[in-house]
């Protein structure tokens, strides 16, 4: 490499990173038949439906001391309906939900309020935030002043409940940075009240500082296919309109929200859209891998596809490539956590809940970790009692 990249432990531990002996490399249909180096090796594979895995003999275990390999065999099966999964989980009949989505929200109540059920259950912090960009290049949220009376007017336990509640939605959030992230520091630049339900007094400063002081109309984007997008919206829209801010909601396709309509740039501008739901998990879980996509100014594109629709700081640019070489990791996570405050000084984006899920286990799985890096089970360290 030409120069130091902090983040490179965790960029060579990607699924695209993985040696494959030259003369099996297939291109595209590589998928189809995959070349075994770890515990197990493929069995029956159908791409999109089924795979199962079995021992590999070829494997020396004193040669990987990380993967216990307890199971004799793994099947999974694909794209299952959700609540079939819950059902077969919890009655014993598959052992996890590898998706590690959470439970669904009939489940959710079963399991709360069943002892035996509850005690098979996990409720971790994922590294994603759910958040909504504050878009600075549509007035008049071009002025900060207005930007802020939303941080202050929103209720963000209508936020929370939109996505589920504390269980399968997340806890409150006041940071970019979720907390198992390095580089968090806890902190609150908008305090909305003891009942988290908004400042109002704070907004109506704020708006009268931005020259609104009766509030002013916006739009708000959000992926139609996203139910729970569509809740925060209309969260958003009653909870601004105590201090005048009226928002209409603007649905899009999920599969050209950024390209073509939240993530382009003239298009946000040119329809007014003030606001828009996002959310962000890192492929990796440190600061780069969670930052750079989302607060870097240079991945905005005139042609639209980028995450980050709201945040251009050139400081921040500049703290990035600061932070992307520097090797000592207390003063890389130092930057980090000054990006983080950095970016919520400016007002473009508000964060809503650190993610969390209920996931449940049937009751013969073992030896269950969760790991830190995205809230759910430890897949290589997962056994099965008979």
Known sequence: MKEPFAAFDYLAQQPNTMPVPQDKDTGAKYRNSIV?????KFEGLQPGKSFNLVRNDQWDPATDP???????RIEVTL??????IDNRVLSGDLDVDVVATGVQPATLSRVLQDPTLKD??????????????????VAPLDNIECRKAIMYAMDRTSYQAAYGGQFAGG?????ILPPNIPGYESYDLYPNGPDHKGDLEAAKKSLEACGQPNGFETNIAYRAERPKEKATAEAFQQALSRVGIKLTLKPYPQ???FAQYAGLPPYVVKNKLGLALNGWQADWPDGFGFLSQITDSRVIRPTGGSSNTSVRIPGVDKMLDEALTELDADKRNQIWGAIDKRVMEEAVIYPGVYSKALLVRSKNATNIFVTDAFG????LGLGAQK
Not at 36 to 40: A, L, N, R
Not at 121 to 128: C, F, H, I, Y
Not at 171 to 175: I, K, M, P, S
Not at 376 to 379: C, L
């Open 36 to 40: 075994s180096t770890g515990p197990y």
């Open 120 to 137: 098979n259950a996990d409720n971790p912090l994922s590294a994603r935030l759910w958040y909504t960009s504050i878009n600075p290049t």
């Open 376 to 379: 759910e089970y430890d897949y």
């Open 255 to 257: 599969g050209d929200y």
């Open 79 to 84: 794209n299952v309906n959700a609540d079939d």
């Open 66 to 72: 990380n993967r216990k390999a307890l199971p004799d």
């Open 171 to 175: 806890d409150l959030a006041t940071t």
